[in-house]
């Protein structure tokens, strides 16, 4: 599996995602996994881990650490049947990956984690063996004429039980909020929509505390997030509006929320699902979400995409008193039946065994 170091901290889909997967593993497959020096985690007894890594590193990977990944990736795959890349495609990584595969004389699986830039043509992109997305539409956007489609395989996550009020509570306390706020956790300079809510709870005064929360992925997020904050205190609503960074523990802070709101312009940088909406929904929280292509093919059946026009984000925060518990129900029903690491794992165990069995692999 190779990825970004599978070592704490968990706030990265990059290495949530094959770290579900790996501990997740279906019988007779064996994940040998890459984490960082020094890091003394327990994996299960069929997963070994190589300490290749410097560091846990951020969200994005240093030049040396990227080298040291590639040699020892070369020394390791004399005893690995599959290699099972996880990034989000551009032609220098897809170029890498792809030099790297025949290196290495062995099958590949590529899982894109988040959708490629649209500058990029996908026959720079496209190089494994085969081909996972997360979501339909990005598999369609990655489509080549007289190439095997990608397969879709949707993002999943490892535990499935729901936070305890004991952990939810100490997660709200630590953000010094009461229960029943509502929280979008998109991040600061590439999701977008933070404005369309501060036009929406200026025009409402009986809406009830929203919380932005964000991480700082890149030196830019904090300007972003200042001109977010001044706009909000320029409308007023400095007493109505939190703005929050990186949170120790946002899957138990969702615990106490009344709703996930996902207006994002852009999934740019992150999973076609996010994580956290499958998050929300494993705490049967209501998830409103806007009509990019991805979530709306995934919320079909559990939630109403909304456009980007305030009116309409409006109305559907108000319904949600009235409607959210159902909502939330539903939204639970669909990450066991989904979005869960075993079933994950189940469908490319099935790949990894085609790709090991010579005949299948064209």
């Given amino acids: 599996m190779i990825t970004k170091p599978l070592s704490p901290p968990w706030n990265d889909s990059g290495k949530t995602v094959p770290r579900a997967l790996a501990r997740s593993a279906s019988a007779g497959i064996e994940p040998r996994v890459l984490v960082a020096r020094g890091d003394t985690g327990e994996w299960p007894p069929t997963v070994r881990a190589h300490a290749i890594y410097s560091g846990p590193g951020g969200y994005a990977t240093a030049v040396g650490e990227r080298f040291r990944l590639m040699a020892n990736v070369w020394r390791l795959a004399g005893d690995a049947d599959v290699l099972h890349f996880f990034f989000q495609p551009h032609p220098l990584a897809s170029g890498t990956a792809r030099w790297l595969a025949r290196a290495c004389r062995r099958p590949t699986v590529h899982t894109v984690l988040s959708a490629p830039a649209d500058t990029h043509p996908p026959a720079r992109l496209v190089f494994a063996d085969r081909t996972v997305t997360l979501s339909a539409a990005t598999a369609r956007r990655l489509a080549l004429p007289g190439v095997r489609p990608?397969?879709?395989?949707?993002?999943?996550?490892?535990?499935?039980?729901?936070?305890?009020?004991?952990?939810?509570?100490?997660?709200?306390?630590?953000?010094?909020?009461?229960?029943?706020?509502?929280?979008?956790?998109?991040?600061?300079?590439?999701?977008?929509?933070?404005?369309?809510?501060?036009?929406?709870?200026?025009?409402?005064?009986?809406?009830?505390?929203?919380?932005?929360?964000?991480?700082?992925?890149?030196?830019?997020?904090?300007?972003?997030?200042?001109?977010?904050?001044?706009?909000?205190?320029?409308?007023?609503?400095?007493?109505?509006v939190r703005f929050l960074g990186t949170l120790p523990d946002l899957p138990a802070l969702l615990a106490s929320a009344g709703a996930v709101l996902f207006p994002a312009r852009s999934l740019y940088a992150k999973t076609d699902l996010p994580l956290v909406i499958l998050?929300?929904?494993?705490e049967s929280r209501p998830v409103l979400v806007s009509d990019l292509p991805s979530l709306a093919e995934?919320?079909?059946?559990?939630?109403v995409p909304l456009a980007h026009e305030a009116g309409a984000w409006r109305e559907a925060v108000r319904r949600l008193e009235r409607d959210g518990p159902a909502l939330g129900l539903a939204g639970r029903e669909r990450f066991l039946e989904r979005h869960t690491a075993t079933a994950s794992a189940a469908r490319y165990a099935t790949l990894y065994r085609e790709l090991a069995t010579p005949a299948e692999r064209s």
């Fill in 150 to 240: 990608p397969e879709v395989i949707p993002p999943a996550l490892l535990e499935t039980e729901p936070a305890s009020d004991a952990r939810a509570r100490e997660a709200r306390n630590a953000a010094g909020l009461d229960p029943g706020f509502l929280l979008y956790p998109g991040d600061w300079e590439f999701s977008g929509g933070q404005d369309l809510l501060l036009e929406v709870w200026a025009t409402d005064p009986s809406l009830p505390t929203l919380v932005l929360a964000g991480r700082d992925k890149t030196p830019r997020a904090a300007a972003a997030r200042a001109s977010l904050e001044h706009a909000a205190r320029e409308r007023g609503l400095a007493g109505r």
């Fill in 279 to 282: 998050e929300a929904w494993r």
């Fill in 298 to 303: 995934s919320v079909v059946g559990v939630a």
